[in-house]
């Protein structure tokens, strides 16, 4: 057994926790997928899914950045500007785009969102093999692996539009590619992914064994990428295979942060909620989303008045401009920042936050950790 396991397997954030926010999530999407026919699931997402998939995982986790960043009055006094910019210009803009068409603003928001979703899997697996020091081909083809395995479905999505579901709203993605080019980009996804799984075998055969969080993290993406997209048939499948395995590795990494940051006296008045761990992090991000999902359907949608009773309010069309980009702020806002405020070359106490400094779940305690020039996920290295 040993032989299977690679000899520093440099989990993120240790064995259990890498294995359920990884492959424990992409289980759990493709279990609830599966079981949708039998439950009644199937179809659009039900209102108990939406809340538990949408408001509290992917809204929530949104939020979660606030821990990271406008939480931590130290942290905002250390950059005012990029807190006050980051906000000011995703405002802007998402003004602008709105004003040219709403569809205009909901293409924007959609490729933004979709590149941020791509994006993160990636910096997952760069952790992974920065952590474990592969060499700079087996990191090349781990890249090109994820990128097959998300950016292969995006593509064969275009060419197969409509669908079922869309990323936001309808009409948010281009279509009219033509079909070749989807089944091309499957084909050519899949020659990759061979070809990541080939190298695997070969540190096997070699007796270097397999860093196996990396390669249940690649499998997770390949699964819940190509069964939320290339398989799916309805919303529902699309939206828990989408939003779970992105929002619940996430929280794990803002969760050891501020656990981080509250051992350093971080979060003055906001201390106790931090100490109360999980429960009193997760309480604080949903009533946000909660908040949040009640004004886009109260001023926008209009769509759940069991959820949230009828709503009165009616905004003119004009006035839309202002309105929606500003209920987006906070996930534009969240996708801006994130490009920023991971990168431990800025802030070498980021590291120590997380647990990273020292071989974290590497075995000698005393070893330093290879980390320290890796950006953390979506930080765009």
């Known amino acids: 057994m040993s032989r299977l396991l690679a000899p520093s397997q440099a989990w993120l954030f240790g064995r259990g926790v890498d294995l359920t926010v990884f492959a424990g999530s992409a289980l759990v999407s493709v279990g609830l997928a599966l079981a949708a026919p039998l439950l009644g699931l199937a179809g659009e997402t039900p209102l108990w899914a939406w809340v538990l998939l949408v408001v509290c995982v992917d809204v929530a986790h949104v939020w979660s950045t606030l821990y990271r960043t ?14 006050l910019a980051a906000p000011l210009v995703a405002y802007l803009l998402g003004v602008l785009a709105y004003l040219v068409a709403p569809g205009a603003f909901w293409r924007l928001f959609a490729y933004t969102a979709l ?3 791509i994006r ?60 070749w080019v989807g089944t091309g980009a499957l084909v050519v996804h899949g020659l990759v992914l061979a070809a990541w799984g080939g190298f695997q075998v070969s540190r096997l055969v070699r007796g270097e064994g397999l860093q196996v969080g990396k390669v249940l993290l690649v499998l997770a993406t390949w699964v819940t990428w190509f069964g939320g997209i290339v398989l799916a048939q309805d919303d529902f499948t699309f939206t828990v295979t989408n939003v779970v395995l992105h929002g619940v590795p996430y929280f794990a990494l803002l969760f050891r942060y501020a656990r981080g940051r509250l051992a350093e006296g971080g979060y003055g008045w906001l201390g106790p909620v931090v100490r109360a761990g999980a429960p009193g992090l997760l309480a604080v991000l949903v009533a946000l989303a909660f908040g949040e999902e009640l004004l886009w359907d109260w001023l926008v949608w209009h769509e759940r008045p069991r959820l949230f009773g009828e709503s009165v309010l ?59 020039a890796v950006a953390i996920p979506n930080a765009g290295e």
Do not use: C
């Open 70 to 83: 406008y939480f931590d009055g130290e942290e905002v006094r250390r950059r005012p500007g990029l807190y």
């Open 115 to 117: 590149f941020h979703f």
């Open 120 to 179: 993160q899997q990636y910096g997952w697996v760069a952790l992974y093999g920065r952590k474990a020091r592969v060499s700079g081909t087996e990191r090349r083809l781990d890249a090109a692996a994820i990128y097959a395995a998300t950016v292969g479905p995006v593509l064969w999505w275009h060419a197969n539009l409509p669908r079922a579901f869309w990323w936001f709203v309808d009409n948010d993605f281009v279509s009219g590619l033509p079909a």
């Open 314 to 372: 009616e905004v003119p069309a004009d006035v839309m401009a202002l309105v929606v980009p500003l209920l987006a702020l906070p996930q534009a806002t969240h996708y801006l920042l994130d490009a920023f405020i991971w990168k431990p070359s800025r802030e070498p106490a980021l590291l120590k936050r997380l647990g990273w400094t020292r071989g974290a779940g590497e075995g000698s305690p005393g070893s330093t950790s290879p980390i320290s």
